[in-house]
């Protein structure tokens, strides 16, 4: 099948081939037949990727100082590769379609194969789309012209300002902004019983948007003009949907708004509220979040675990479910809105309308059309562009996942090492696998996993898929005869850790898991000199973590297992690696803190069998400012001071700096010490540690969740 995306790097187009996504619980497959494309957010999206990077700099403050933290911490070298790593990522476009429904997951009853759905969200511009159960409803039959319904997020986001503006029945509403939205909002309004007044610089009145009337926002006289339709009290309610960077729609709805009135914004303005108009009338300010609750919930839109109704009227999937209603029921109409029908394919062109419109084209709802097409039914995708290698040559790799840390990391490092060919890659299908074929093309990609482990061209099976699912593609993997790298975490719990063991004995593959920073040119430089596996030292290590949100996978026991065995499992394997015996003991202590309250900060303390202790800090708690990881090992009238693998402090008879342009992990050495492993050039001697530090953790994390 074939999804739309963004070049972010120059704002071109692109349509990229994958295979079809693979159904999931809670979940639907959509065929789509229209797409909306937004005149205002994706036409924003493409402008922003056609500028320069000083151009994108001045546009966005907030990553500008996201980039500065980062460069503080991480390096100059570091920084720069990961800003234009993001860059090089394609986006998908599109998030408003209606489609039919071809397959539903466990616990999807509300529609079934075959019927006409209207969804939103990762409703992209793609011929088949996977949707959470709550994010898409059923299109009645009779709303014979359907391709209204593909306007279901924008008539969302509509009722949500709705909503939020507390509109009654019979109240006089001001509509600033008679864009695409902003005609919706209109015409649910008249159908709610409302009186409306449309406000914009251009008159862009149409004749299905039955105003009271239509005032120039521009004019001197608006305000007047509002008090002369109004008994000159002021409209109830304002709704700006206007998109400009100026303040003036702010000003007029404080201008226009009666005593007591609510301005609501679903737009996108600048929003520096004078405080006495505010003051005098006690008017109120919303904000409208998009299609309505549930919105950024990853509970509602990923596990499709919905809202009672009882407590949330209009969610997300309910204002869609209003919506349709009032289009089948004719309450409202958008026919005469959809001024452009595009066939799918030609996408690019319709960007270029909303974009520079060298045509000079009246446009307003524009959807991309999809049509009949037997190669997106394809479960396998051949890439004829991908590089091959002559027998032996390289390491070819089968790709199990294809998450950030994938895209942003493990392959780009692959590639540089130039000692592996891409052969496989597997995914349930989605964004992801697309953005990482794009970036780095296998010879293959598959919604079907067992496709790797039965080809025998690849060397070397890669995992990195959620937590919870490690285990079950390392053994399968292991079982299928095949050498098996996997990211940390190896295994979330002691059943699947024995399960492992007995796989890795029986097979004649090797094992590998992601603990990269026993590699590090700084770490091993540390062991060399200090000769810590000579002489018992004592080890501090500090993980300033960073806060991750409470509702995000990696804190849901089940799916990944918390923190601490996520990601602190990177440091004991470095202190293991350092000191070189046994660890005999590992202990965790979790801090008790009602504001952090997901076990991801912790102290973890070691014992090992050569008298060295150990001693990390993990914290969720600390300054983006402060390096994520730093270590001290003192040992033998020395004090060797490493902060975030680009400085190395030594303290003895004298004290010296080294200091690195790139921060380096070790990433990199330790995919050369995996094909080094498997050529035979060197004996794996990391599983042992990896088996044993995931033994620890896991029995002290089941002690702190007992306490």
């Not at 479910?321 to 004719?330: D, H, S, T």
Request: glycine fraction near 10%; charged fraction near 25%.
């Amino acid at each position: 099948m074939k999804q739309l995306f963004l070049n972010v790097s120059d704002g071109s187009m692109k349509l990229i081939d994958q295979p079809m996504p693979t159904v999931k619980e809670n979940m639907a497959l959509v065929e789509s037949l229209y797409t909306v494309v937004s005149a205002g957010t994706e036409r924003g999206l493409a402008s922003f990727g056609g500028k320069n990077l000083i151009q994108k700099a001045l546009e966005r403050p907030d990553q500008v100082k996201k980039v500065m933290e980062k460069l503080s911490t991480d390096g100059i070298v570091t920084t720069i590769e990961s800003a234009f790593n993001k860059l090089a990522e394609p986006m998908p476009m599109g998030y408003s379609g209606v489609g039919r429904v071809i397959a539903c997951g466990k616990g999807v009853t509300e529609v079934q194969a075959g019927d006409l759905v209207a969804m939103v969200g990762t409703a992209y511009h793609c011929e088949i789309n996977r949707v959470s159960r709550t994010m898409l409803t059923k299109v009645p039959e009779e709303l014979t012209d359907y391709r209204q319904a593909a306007f279901c997020a924008l008539g969302g986001i509509a009722l949500e300002g709705i909503h939020q503006a507390e509109v009654v029945p019979g109240e006089t509403v001001a509509v600033i902004g008679m864009g695409l939205v902003g005609q919706i909002v209109c015409r649910i309004l008249n159908a709610y019983g409302c009186d409306v007044i449309g406000y914009d610089v251009v008159d862009k009145t149409m004749p299905g948007t039955r105003l009271k009337a239509f005032i120039n926002s521009g004019d001197d006289n608006a305000a007047d003009m509002t008090k002369a339709l109004t008994r000159g009290r002021g409209v109830d309610k304002v709704i700006i949907t206007a998109a400009t960077n100026s303040n003036a729609p702010m000003d007029l709805a404080a201008a226009i708004a009666r005593d007591r009135g609510i301005i609501c914004m679903i737009g996108v303005t600048q929003m520096n509220i004078d405080r006495r108009p505010y003051y005098e009338r006690e008017l109120s300010f919303r904000i409208a979040r998009s299609y309505g609750a549930g919105r950024y919930d990853s509970t509602y839109e990923q596990k499709g675990i919905d809202y009672p109704i009882g407590y949330v009227r209009f969610t997300e999937g309910r204002n869609i479910e209003e919506f349709v209603r009032l289009l089948a029921q004719g309450r409202i109409s958008l026919a005469d809105i959809i001024t452009h029908e595009i066939p799918f394919e030609k996408a690019a062109e319709a960007y270029e309308m909303i974009t520079k419109n060298p045509n000079h084209e009246r446009y307003i709802g524009v959807l991309l059309k999809y049509d009949e097409n037997d190669t997106k039914w394809q479960s396998r995708i051949e890439n004829p562009k991908a590089k091959r290698a002559a027998s032996g040559e390289k390491i070819r790799l089968g790709l199990i996942g294809a998450g950030n840390f994938v895209r942003s990391t493990m392959l780009p490092i692959m590639k540089e090492t130039g000692l592996f060919e891409f052969r496989g890659l597997a995914t349930t299908g989605g964004v992801g696998g697309a953005q990482a074929n794009d970036g780095t093309p296998f010879g293959y990609t598959t919604n079907n996993y067992q496709e790797l482990l039965s080809d025998p061209e690849i060397d070397l099976i890669a995992v990195s898929t959620q937590h919870n699912s490690h285990a079950k593609f390392v053994i399968e993997a292991l079982k299928a005869g095949k050498n098996v790298y996997c990211e940390k975490p190896l295994c979330l719990t002691l059943d699947e850790l024995t399960a492992i063991k007995e796989a890795y004995e029986q097979s004649e593959g090797e094992l590998f898991v992601g603990l990269n920073r026993r590699h590090a040119p700084l770490i091993q430089q540390i062991k060399r000199e200090m000769k810590t596996d000579q002489i018992p030292a004592v080890y501090d290590f500090i993980g300033n973590a960073g806060f991750i949100p409470k509702d995000h996978w990696v804190h849901d026991e089940a799916a990944g297992g918390g923190r601490i065995l996520g990601e602190a499992c990177h440091f004991v394997d470095l202190i293991q690696y350092l000191d070189g015996s046994h660890l005999e003991d590992l202990t965790v202590t979790a801090a008790s803190n009602n504001a952090y309250p997901m076990n991801d900060n912790a102290l973890i303390t070691l014992r090992f069998a050569s008298g060295a202790i150990g001693n990390i800090v993990y914290s969720s708690m600390g300054s983006k400012k402060y390096p994520k990881e730093q270590l001290r090992v003192l040992s033998n009238g020395s004090v060797y001071e490493m902060d975030n693998f680009i400085r190395l402090k030594k303290y003895g008879s004298t004290k010296s700096v080294k200091e690195k342009l790139k921060q380096d992990k070790g990433i990199h050495a330790e995919y050369e010490y995996i094909c080094k492993v498997l050529r035979g050039q060197e004996k794996n001697t990391v599983i042992a540690d990896a088996f044993r530090g995931q033994e620890l953790l896991i029995k002290a994390m089941q002690k702190v969740k007992e306490s």
